[in-house]
Each structure stands twice: as C-alpha cells, then as structure tokens.
C-alpha cells in the first residue's frame, strides 16, 4: 500500500486492516507510517511501516526484498502514492512534468513489476491503482497529474490482460473530489461551488474510496479485472 501516511492512503490501511489485512504501509515519512503502525497495533491490526520514496524508482525492488518474513508475500497491492505540481502547461517546467510521472506512474510501474511475479507463482492476486476523474475528464492547469492518472488506467487495462490467465486481476479506482487536508484548505465559497456540481452535493470521504478499494481487493471482485471504479458521486458520468 503506497502513500499510506495520509488521507486516502491511510483511510485504505485502516479499512483493510479492519477486515483482518496484515498491511504494508509504504510512504516516504516513515515517523508518519510508525505512528499508524503503533495505533492500528492497539486494535490488533498487523502493519509494517516501509520508507518507499518513488521518485526513486530503482529502488523498488530492493526494499520489497527485504521485507520481513510475515510480509514478504504480497497478495494485494494497492498503488496510491502521488503528488501534484500544478500549473498551466504554457509555465509548467520539464521538471514537474517528470517528477509528477515519476511518482505518479512510472513508481506504480516499479512496485507492480515487483510484486507481481509473486502473484503468478502462487496463482492469485488483486493490483488496484488510485487514479483520478481527472485522469478521464482532464482539468485545466494538470495537465501532468492528468497524464499520470490517465496513464494508470492504460497500464492497467494492459497488465489486466497479462496476468489473467494466472487468477491476478488489475482494477483502477478514480475517486473525485475527497475531504482531505488539500480540500480543508479550500475557501468556503469555492467549496460550496465545487459541491454544486457533485450530483450527490457532497465531497467524498476517504471511506467511499477504502470500501471501493476493499471491494475489488475481495473474492467477491474475482470476476472484475480491467475496470475503472469512478466514486466521484457522479461528478464524472
């Protein structure tokens, strides 16, 4: 589970872990990961907290290696760690277009190409990749976020259909707007507007992104793989 030390990521950990996961929380503030690790612990919930930085993407490989043994076997990954650098493309730098695809994508594509092996071998698996309604209906000023996002949901209808033949299913969930600390910052006036073309008139919450999540992680999705699960309460139809 990558960008687990925070809002979606960390909402995902917990419903997980409340159903009995043995989590991996990956991110790149391990103080973070530890606190969560240490809380989820009290409730008997299993997590391994892991500095993951994927802007260093070589780097992937090695540090799942090196996980202990009770987490060395990854049964579902769950690809959620991003950033933004936003800007109108006329003023984006080369630079924020490639430290956003770095993390945003091409670290999604370092931590699949590590764990999936594993997951042919024993016959199972379940890869979910938080993409974005922005990466399906674009937005003005992110143009690299919505590349990477987009992005994500090509690589996995392609890596769907690599893996199927060994029981490995591929989804993507493309949450909309979600209260987070990025949306707690948002004046109240421009949040009113933003809610006012939500058709459920409200924002999301890190749950109806975690149950989406637990949902294609589950038995119960065994028949799914290649999907786009759009939770933006029909801002994206």
């Known amino acids: 589970m990558t960008g687990a030390s925070q809002g979606i990521g960390q909402g995902i950990v917990r419903v997980l872990g409340a159903q009995g996961a043995r989590v991996i929380a990956a991110a790149r503030s391990l103080d973070k990961l530890q606190a ?16 993951l930085d994927l802007a260093a993407p070589e780097s992937v490989a090695d540090e799942i290696k090196g996980l202990p043994e009770p987490f060395s076997e990854v049964d579902i990954l769950v ?100 209260e987070t600390a990025m949306t707690d910052s948002i004046p109240e006036k421009n949040r009113q507007e933003l809610v006012g073309v939500i058709p459920l008139n409200r924002l999301g919450s890190v749950e109806d992104v975690a149950w989406a999540v637990l949902y294609l992680a589950s038995e119960e999705a065994g028949y799914v793989t290649g999907h786009v699960l759009n939770v933006s309460g029909g801002l994206y139809i």
């Open 36 to 51: 969560l690790a240490a809380e989820l612990a009290e409730e008997g919930v299993e997590v391994h907290a892991l500095e």
């Open 79 to 178: 690809n959620n760690a991003g950033i933004t650098e936003d800007g109108l493309l006329a003023r984006m730098s080369l630079e924020s277009w490639e430290r956003v695809l770095q993390v945003n994508l091409t670290g999604a594509f370092a931590t699949t190409r590590a764990v999936s092996r594993g997951m042919m071998r024993r016959r199972w698996g379940r890869i979910i990749s938080v993409s974005s309604v922005v990466g399906l209906m674009g937005n003005a000023g992110q143009a690299n976020y919505a590349a990477a996002k987009a992005g994500l949901v090509g690589f996995s209808k392609s890596l769907a259909r690599e893996l199927a033949s060994r029981n490995v299913t591929v989804n993507v969930v493309a949450p909309g707007f979600i």
